[in-house]
């Protein structure tokens, strides 16, 4: 079985400051690795994935995620945030070798300030 | 790029009637489709499983004769929450992914249920 570990239930950042949201996971086996978004009253938009390849993934609005398998992590970052980035980001993975169900972390909620 | 309509995006209704939620695929075809729940502030949770044509495979703790899931034809799944009662209440997510394994599930924009 998974499990999905977001280490910060909330991060405040100042705008055009980075941030780094961090995910630590467990499997007993592989994995695919993803990231989502959620504003308010919305569904879940994907940022990225990493499926396997590079250990470093690019996503949309400029965030990129980097996979350490050593220390089962897959921290988000962004170089400069923007306000319109505050939201809550979710961790998510499912077992390898297909999009099977999805093991959600509790999600971090971004709260990017003036 | 791949859509997933949920309709309606939010209901109210009186305890004791039964309420609908489709989750539609617009532009493929979603041999699979998941249903979760989100409590305010929380994470989702998986409720069940549906491949088209077949039963819904529920997670542990869900009760399958409350939520009833169809999933009749590729582009459409509904839940069906009978005989609601307040702590049904809950914000109801559907996501959809095709054949291709490689592709990710795609998310609807949710359903919030309000049972007076």
């Known amino acids: 079985a998974q499990s999905v570990t977001q280490l910060d239930s909330q991060v405040p950042v100042f705008e055009e400051a980075p941030v780094e949201l961090r995910c630590n996971y467990s499997s007993s086996v592989s994995v695919y690795l993803f990231w989502y978004v959620q504003y308010p009253n919305q569904g879940l938009q994907l940022l990225l994935k990493?499926?396997?390849?590079?250990?470093l993934v690019k996503g949309i609005n400029g965030f990129e995620a980097e996979f350490n398998k050593s220390q089962t992590s897959f921290h988000l970052r962004k170089p400069s945030v923007h306000i319109s980035d505050t939201a809550e980001y979710f961790c998510?993975?499912?077992?390898?070798?297909?999009?099977?169900?999805?093991?959600f972390g509790a999600g971090t909620r971004l709260a990017v300030h003036p | 790029g791949a859509v997933v309509s949920q309709h309606p995006s939010r209901v109210i209704c009186k305890s004791g009637t039964s309420v609908k939620i489709e989750c539609r695929s617009l532009?493929?075809?979603?041999?699979?489709m998941f249903w979760y729940r989100q409590f305010p502030k929380q994470s989702l949770m998986l409720m069940a499983t549906?491949?088209?044509?077949?039963?819904?495979?529920?997670e542990q703790g869900v009760e399958k004769d409350k939520f009833l899931i169809n999933h009749a034809s590729l582009t459409l799944s509904t839940l069906t929450v009978t005989s609601a009662h307040p702590e049904d209440s809950s914000f109801y997510i559907c996501s959809a992914r095709d054949s291709d394994s490689y592709q990710p599930q795609h998310f609807g924009d949710g359903t919030r249920l309000s049972i007076l």
């Open positions: 990493y499926l396997s390849g590079s250990t």
């Open positions: 998510a993975v499912s077992e390898w070798g297909g999009y099977n169900k999805l093991i």
């Open positions: 532009d493929f075809q979603a041999t699979t």
């Open positions: 549906s491949n088209e044509g077949s039963k819904a495979t529920y």
